[in-house]
């Protein structure tokens, strides 16, 4: 039976150097205590125009005050796509 020859590994040479590109992280600490501020100034608003029966927090607004408290609540959840 006819002997396998023995390979030989290359030896190891490592990849030449690359230079580094400096990558800028920005800090998202200010995400979660916005949208969790948003969140809460919408539910207020929601639930004292409610408990006023309409006359705060501002009584022209009539009605459109729940639209007000909503639109709060939904700009905490657009803030929400930053947060990593």
Do not use: C, H
């Amino acid at each position: 039976m006819p002997k396998s020859r023995i390979r030989k590994k290359a030896d190891y040479t490592p990849p030449p150097a690359k230079q580094s590109t400096e990558i800028k992280l920005t800090s998202r600490g200010w995400v979660a205590p916005v949208m969790l501020a948003l969140f809460l100034i919408g539910l207020a608003w929601i639930v004292v125009f409610y408990l006023t029966d309409g006359s705060l927090p501002i009584d022209a607004f009539g009605n459109w005050n729940i639209v007000i408290g909503f639109g709060f609540i939904a700009a905490g959840f657009g803030v929400s796509t930053q947060w990593k």
